[in-house]
């Protein structure tokens, strides 16, 4: 889906309690729009679990407005109280923290999913099967930048060829990852290769060229097998591809990461179909995530998301941090390290 397209949809769901009232007013929020925006990886999770909520019979005057910014875009957005809910492939980080501190946005952190964020050539590619993150940090990060040109100074068992590079832009939170986890730090890139916030430009600039490699979700690699190939990843764990398998059983490291939904408090309690909307896409997760082509939660797991939400646990387990290189298990204990904490009388 082309970068910056709005999706107005109608949508409904069935009357749930509300979850309170207290808070201030709603600032820019419209009645009977949710607003989200954020990450191109979640986007299409989002997008299912939206469709879901248009086909239920109450609530037909509520519509969507789905905007693919990137995980960064999709926090400034959030933190100036233009959004109710931002999509995100990473946790949000300590600036971020401050941005919506600052305006007085408080917000419920969920856990909706896993990714495998994937590597891949072009299906033609006869030479490159299995790369390392060193290998990937030698060919991505901010020194390699009008050096490393060729497959064959990332490998000298690959071609003197020319290689081309396709990848998100820097308000990607995959991008934040991928070089978190290979560069050490989520700032330390290259600059000179194809960069998109569509991933479906990213999908077709490898798919399209001998040459290419690239890095985005899985959900986009999956929905495009017949078009790309993707590489196994050396890790603790040996040589592993991405898959649901390798994923869920903490197999495919350091490129399993959870995926979030950041949601506004203010809004979620003044809002009851925004409540409906949250409640509904938690209740149904595994069904959608598993619809639009990503890495679902255990069913044990979304009933701990279930109960983070119902207990209303406000602000990030992760304090600012990025942290790459965890299993799913790792992860998610992180996540629910809110739930140990009394709750407030």
Not at 125 to 146: M, V
Not at 180 to 194: E, F, L, M, Q
Request: one cysteine or more; proline letters at 7%; hydrophobic letters at 35%.
């Amino acid at each position: 889906m082309p970068r910056g397209l709005w999706i107005c949809l109608l949508a409904a769901l069935a009357p749930l309690p509300t979850l309170g009232t207290s808070g201030p007013a709603l600032g820019q929020s419209s009645k009977g729009v949710i607003r989200i925006s954020g990450s191109s990886t979640v986007f299409p999770i989002t997008a299912e679990a939206s469709r879901r909520f248009r086909q239920s019979p109450p609530g037909r005057d509520v519509r969507f407005e789905l905007k693919e910014t990137g995980t960064t875009g999709g926090f400034r957005a959030f933190c100036s109280g233009a959004v109710a809910i931002s999509n995100a492939s990473r946790p949000i980080n300590s600036q971020e923290l401050k941005a919506c501190a600052a305006k007085g946005i408080r917000f419920i952190e969920l856990p909706i999913a896993f990714d495998a964020l994937t590597v891949a050539v072009n299906p033609r590619n006869s030479w490159a099967r299995t790369i390392s993150p060193r290998e990937l940090g030698r060919l991505w990060n901010r020194s390699a930048q009008g050096r490393i040109m060729r497959w064959n100074q990332v490998n000298s068992a690959w071609p003197a060829k020319p290689i081309t590079l396709c990848g998100p832009d820097k308000d990607s939170g995959t991008f934040d990852y991928f070089n978190k986890a290979v560069n050490g730090n989520a700032t330390n890139s290259r600059s000179d290769y194809r960069s998109s916030e569509d991933d479906n430009v990213l999908v077709n600039c490898v798919a399209n060229d001998l040459q290419a490699l690239g890095y985005f979700g899985y959900s986009y690699y999956a929905a495009n097998r017949n078009r790309l190939r993707a590489l196994a990843v050396e890790g603790p764990k040996g040589a592993v591809h991405p898959s649901l398998e390798t994923v869920q059983k903490e197999r495919y490291l350091p490129f399993s990461r959870p995926l979030f939904l950041y949601i506004n408090n203010e809004q979620l309690q003044e809002r009851p179909e925004l409540q409906r909307f949250v409640t509904a896409f938690v209740r149904q997760g595994r069904r959608i995530v598993k619809a639009a082509g990503a890495i679902p939660l255990t069913e044990s797991t979304y009933l701990l998301v279930e109960t983070k939400l119902y207990r209303h646990v406000l602000g990030s387990s992760f304090s600012g941090d990025l942290p790459v290189g965890l299993t799913v298990g790792q992860a998610l204990g992180r996540s629910f390290q809110q739930l140990k904490r009394p709750l407030p009388r």
